[in-house]
């Protein structure tokens, strides 16, 4: 099937972008809006590496890796941008497990950060003084401006599409691998393209009520026709076993680039998906055995 996330166009933004430094922030839980950390100001917002630098490093130096026990923890006054989340130093600031705001679950392997008010997964405990937070759960703003909620689904789908796009764009990589916080790969998704635009009539402001093929989420505030840059995609899902041997194939392909979120949200995901799916017409759902989407930004 043809997978098409849909994104609106003023919430796709890079993450490289989303913060500057000495600018001050707030950061707070996409699902009910709780500030998570408040008014902080950062003097370096850096990139991360890639996932594979310090195995990278062996190609290039003629000695021991000089890296091998060297991790990338950000201080205080940073913040480090990778491909699905953002590091911060914990700190004193109101995510630590302490706080009323947010609390730590234990899973398998790693901390997870709770948000204590809706109990949704906002990111891992990286050390002791480093937190993950990823970008599907997390919305950040100036501390100069109010908060403005933004359906679920929007949010979700306008991350992971921007992050393809970037991904794509930076590292010529089309193939992605989703997978949650449990190691788990969930979804299987190919990028055909970034340049698709997409158009579609929604009548007078008395027929908005009758189902359009992007539901209500992407209304325009004025006119018959609403008009979205897309991204079109073929997807994979990957739950209970289903297509085991190609997400095994994919995982070992150097080719691929994994993409982790909370399992909760891959769950989502998913689901976003296969109802975009089924509001194609039947004779557009699959293309050699994926299922196929068109998404938005």
Known sequence: RLICPLLS?????????????????????????????????????????????????????????????????????????GDTFFLLNSGNESHMPESPMCCSEKSKENTRVICKRCRTMLGETVSADTIKYYVTEVIIRPSEESFSPTPRSQFVQSMVAQCLVELSSAKSTFRFTVKGDDGKIYILIWLLNSDTLLVESLGSSSSHSVFTLFGDIFMPSSGPVGTWNAVKVLYQPCIKSRNKDLADAWEDDIGVHPLKFPSETCMELLLMLGLSTISLPPSLRCMNSFQVRSSCY
Do not use: M
């Open 9 to 81: 166009i003023d919430l796709a933004y890079t993450l490289r972008e989303s913060v500057k430094p000495q600018k001050s922030y707030v950061f707070q839980c996409q699902s009910c809006g709780e500030v998570i950390v408040k008014d902080r100001k950062f003097l370096r917002v850096l990139p991360l590496p890639s996932e594979n630098w310090s195995a990278l490093v062996e190609e290039w130096c003629c000695h021991p890796n000089p890296f091998a026990r060297s991790t990338l923890h950000p201080q205080h006054d940073d913040c480090f941008l």
